[in-house]
């Protein structure tokens, strides 16, 4: 029973273009989300979260979307870039639980 | 500072031997946690150590896979009788805290190849 859904494997976006990653859950007590980027060979990295008090978080590059009626959330990155190649995982938690992961999304952006 | 390290990076074991994994976490961090991610899959959680304690051990997939934590500090994933479909990347996180709101931060992760 998979409770976090990445159902994009993989998705290639121009250089400078907008690059959106989406997550659906199904638990409803999940109420903690996260975003990880993984390169190869490498571990994967914190990159945003949000807290489902809110609807939107934003960092510089990169904003997550929370639509909690939905159970799904988003990642913007604009603009995407060379360097944001990567695998995304999507991840939730709720409570003092464990996080749980999506399959992840391989990123690809193109000159 | 360092970051969290994992030994060996790669592991080519054949079937029914035993294996032992490593993880370093980053100094001070009290939180341990491990995962594996099988091809095409994500990342799938194993167990947590609270200090040397381990609260949950639920994602643990069989009794053929055990875990330590000695010193708050190091932790050994043990195999035992490995079988193919043991073969994945293992990634060990840590954390400050044990709340799970509280970034984990990633090793590179051993590669298990079981023959």
């Known amino acids: 029973d998979q409770q976090v859904k990445q159902n994009s494997p993989s998705l290639s976006v121009q250089e400078g273009r907008i690059s959106i990653l989406n997550c659906d859950y199904t638990?409803?007590?999940?109420?903690?989300f996260l975003w990880y980027k993984k390169y190869p060979a490498e571990g994967p990295t914190f990159l945003i979260s949000i807290s489902s008090i809110k609807d939107k978080n934003e960092d510089g590059r990169f904003t997550v979307f929370l639509n909690k009626s939905a159970k799904h959330l988003s990642l913007h990155i604009v603009p995407s870039q060379p360097g944001d190649s990567a695998v995304y995982f999507c991840?939730?938690?709720?409570?003092?639980?464990?996080?749980?992961f999506g399959t992840g999304t391989r990123l690809q952006v193109f000159p | 500072g360092a970051g969290v390290s994992q030994s060996p990076s790669n592991k080519v074991t054949e079937k029914g031997k035993d294996v032992e994994l490593r993880c370093d976490p980053i100094?001070?961090?009290?939180?341990l946690y491990w995962y594996r991610q099988s091809l095409g899959q994500g990342l799938e959680f194993l167990i947590y150590?609270?200090?040397?304690?381990?609260?949950?051990k639920s994602g643990l997939p069989s009794d053929r896979f055990s875990a330590e934590r000695t010193g708050g500090s190091v932790s050994t994933l043990t195999i035992q009788r490995t079988q193919q479909e043991d073969s994945a990347v293992y990634l060990c996180?840590?954390?400050?805290?044990?709340?799970?709101?509280?970034?984990?931060?990633f090793g590179p992760g051993t590669r298990l190849t079981v023959l």
């Open positions: 991840a939730a938690t709720g409570g003092a639980d464990k996080l749980i």
């Open positions: 996180a840590s954390s400050l805290g044990g709340w799970s709101t509280d970034t984990q931060y």
């Open positions: 150590f609270q200090g040397n304690s381990a609260p949950d």
């Open positions: 100094s001070g961090h009290t939180a």
């Open positions: 638990n409803s007590m999940f109420d903690y």
